[in-house]
């Protein structure tokens, strides 16, 4: 492994960290101020302060006291600043005090931001279902998740 593909994995390390401490502010930090980001349910969050915000609520909601686990698949190097990161995530959270368990792909664009951090620029993340969309695996996440497609996050917040 190279010493850039080392700090990438050390990357999404932190992301892990963020989400099983529930922090969102240690979160967005990882992100370029203009990043997008692509949540699991097709929503975009355009820069740092949404994607914060949205992941403040989330911590704060459908996935309070949640555990991620992330692995990192594949490195792709675009060019010397500019990576694509391939991972694999595993979600414990609770609904109604029972565990329940949702896997994902994130894929992440980072750019090492002059020449000596890395920064994520987009964020797509991608639902894992066995054989393809359930059913009652999307209806259960969607019923629940308080963020849903589109909508801005000022319109969530306020119900």
């Known amino acids: 492994m190279t010493t850039e593909e080392r700090a990438l994995h050390k990357v999404v390390e932190k992301l892990k960290t963020a989400w099983n401490s529930g922090d969102s502010m240690a979160w967005a930090s990882l992100f370029a101020e203009d990043a997008d980001f692509i949540h699991i349910l097709g929503g975009h969050f355009n820069g740092r302060t949404e994607i914060e915000r949205g992941h403040r609520m989330i ?7 949640s555990r991620n686990k992330f ?3 594949k490195v792709r190097s675009v060019r010397p600043d500019v990576a694509i990161v391939f991972v ?3 979600l414990k959270w609770y609904l109604n005090g029972a565990e329940q368990q949702i896997d994902a792909r994130p894929t992440l664009v980072v750019q090492k931001k ?3 951090q890395w920064e994520i620029v987009a964020f ?10 359930t059913p009652d695996v999307v209806k259960k996440l969607t019923d629940v998740h ?3 497609g589109n909508a801005p996050i000022e319109k ?4």
């Open 59 to 65: 911590f704060d909601t459908i996935y309070k006291g």
């Open 71 to 73: 692995t990192v698949e």
């Open 88 to 90: 694999r995530a595993h």
């Open 114 to 116: 002059d020449n000596r």
């Open 124 to 133: 797509q993340n991608t639902l894992i279902t066995p054989g393809g969309p």
């Open 146 to 148: 308080p963020i849903k």
């Open 156 to 159: 969530m917040s306020k119900g």
